[in-house]
């Protein structure tokens, strides 16, 4: 009998860690939308034509998502931060990462920079986040904290509770 009970309860937890998602990491977002979880995506998105690894990004006060996907180029990696209220790129280089208008190429994609949903000041603020910065966990932190503010209006995304 105590074998039976062990191996169900083995059982359940093999199987409740096969569901479970990747947590690389949480912390503050210091916006409306409140902490956030950054989780691992089992699988690569593609985009533009190319597989790309991807983060998805939660806040604890509304139930928008954001993924980002990670492009490596030559002298830089791209990050395309996509959600269904504003999609952005931040960039990443040897000299500086910051944000930018996503390129026009992924609007066949649906994707695209709107004006209309952009904080203009803040866009400008975040064309130089930091120095350097060729960590993708840092950089994803640093996404998650900076993004709400891209936002033009952040009270509309929230959950109502």
């Known amino acids: 009998?105590?074998?039976?009970?062990?191996?169900?309860?083995l059982l359940i937890l093999i199987c409740t860690a096969s569901f479970a998602k990747k947590i690389v990491a949480e912390g503050k977002s210091y916006s409306a939308l409140g902490d956030y979880k950054i989780e691992a995506m089992d699988k690569a998105i593609?985009?533009?034509?190319k597989e790309l690894d991807?983060?998805?990004?939660?806040?604890?006060?509304?139930?928008?998502?954001?993924?980002?996907?990670?492009?490596?180029?030559?002298?830089?990696?791209?990050?395309?931060?996509?959600s269904d209220n504003l999609s952005v790129m931040y960039v990443c280089n040897?000299?500086?990462?910051?944000?930018?208008?996503?390129?026009k190429n992924l609007e066949k994609e649906g994707y695209e920079t709107l004006n209309d949903q952009l904080n203009n000041a803040e866009y400008f603020h975040q064309k130089l986040i930091t120095s350097g910065g060729d960590n993708d966990l840092n950089n994803s932190r640093l996404i998650a904290a900076y993004f709400p503010f891209?936002?033009?209006?952040?009270?509309?995304?929230?959950?109502?509770?």
């Open 94 to 103: 040897k000299n500086y990462f910051g944000v930018e208008r996503l390129c």
């Open 150 to 161: 891209l936002l033009k209006d952040q009270t509309s995304v929230l959950a109502i509770k």
């Open 54 to 82: 991807a983060f998805v990004i939660s806040y604890q006060n509304t139930g928008m998502k954001v993924t980002v996907a990670i492009e490596k180029t030559k002298n830089c990696k791209n990050y395309y931060v996509l």
């Open 46 to 49: 593609v985009l533009n034509g």
């Open 1 to 9: 009998m105590k074998r039976m009970v062990l191996s169900a309860v």
